[in-house]
Structure formats: structure tokens, C-alpha cells
Nanobody, 126 residues
Framework: QVQLVESGGGLVQAGESLTLSCAAS????????MGWFRQAPAKEREFVAA????????YYADSVKGRFTISRDNAKNTVYLQMNSLKPGDTAVYYC???????????????????WGQGTQVTVSS
């Protein structure tokens, strides 16, 4: 079991940056694939980025590739999402998610993640 709490959301202007954090409880954080998803108003939740347990493997949605960076600090039980060059289209509630898996691969489908945070709002104005 792991509990996740996101923070760092807010209101920014287009072109600015924001870093989201997701703090996890439990002693086995380093055994989890960590993912970030987002849900815009009236849209389905979509995959943003994921990192495997060791940090060796990352994967990004095409829409954020080159602008967003996922990272993790296993000593702090925290995963981060650095978001640069934000666009109004990035406006959404951002969720972190966890999946217990000690492997090379990452998961990109929300149904693969059993543990979710409550979400943090990111609003990008034009």
C-alpha cells in the first residue's frame, strides 16, 4: 500500500514553469513505477509521464516531450514533474500514480496504476 499526495500546482502564464511534487508514504517507494496523468475539463484523463523504480526508464506523452521532465528521489519518497514552456492546453488537474513493479518498463495506462493521489490543479493563462 502507498498513499500519494501531490503539491505544487497553481496559476501561471503561458511560457512559465512549474514543478509538481508527489510525496509517497510507505517504505517501498523505490519499488514502484511512478506516473503522472492529467485531466482537463470535459476530457478523459490522459498519460503525461512515467519513470520506473530505478529512474533508468522514462516515457513521455508526445504532447509534453521536450517540455516536461519526470524525476524521483527515492530517499525522499518523492516524484517530481518539472514543467517548462507551459501552454494553456496544459491546464488540467494533475495526478500522480503508483504501480508496484521492479522492472525496466513503465506503465502508460491509468488502469495499470492501483494507487492515486488526489490531484493538484494547474492553470495556464494565455
Amino acid at each position: 500500500q502507498v498513499q500519494l499526495v501531490e503539491s505544487g500546482g497553481g496559476l501561471v502564464q503561458a511560457g512559465e514553469s512549474l514543478t509538481l511534487s508527489c510525496a509517497a508514504s510507505g517504505r517501498t517507494f523505490s519499488s514502484y513505477v511512478m506516473g503522472w496523468f492529467r485531466q482537463a475539463p470535459a476530457k478523459e484523463r490522459e498519460f503525461v509521464a512515467a519513470m520506473n523504480w530505478s529512474g533508468d526508464t522514462t516515457y513521455y506523452a508526445d504532447s509534453v516531450k521536450g517540455r516536461f521532465t519526470i524525476s524521483r528521489d527515492n530517499a525522499k519518497n518523492t516524484v517530481y514533474l518539472q514543467m517548462n514552456s507551459l501552454k494553456p492546453g496544459d491546464t488540467a488537474v494533475y495526478y500522480c500514480a503508483a504501480h508496484y513493479f521492479l522492472g525496466v518498463y513503465v506503465n502508460v495506462h491509468e488502469w495499470e496504476y492501483p494507487y492515486w493521489g488526489q490531484g493538484t490543479q494547474v492553470t495556464v493563462s494565455s
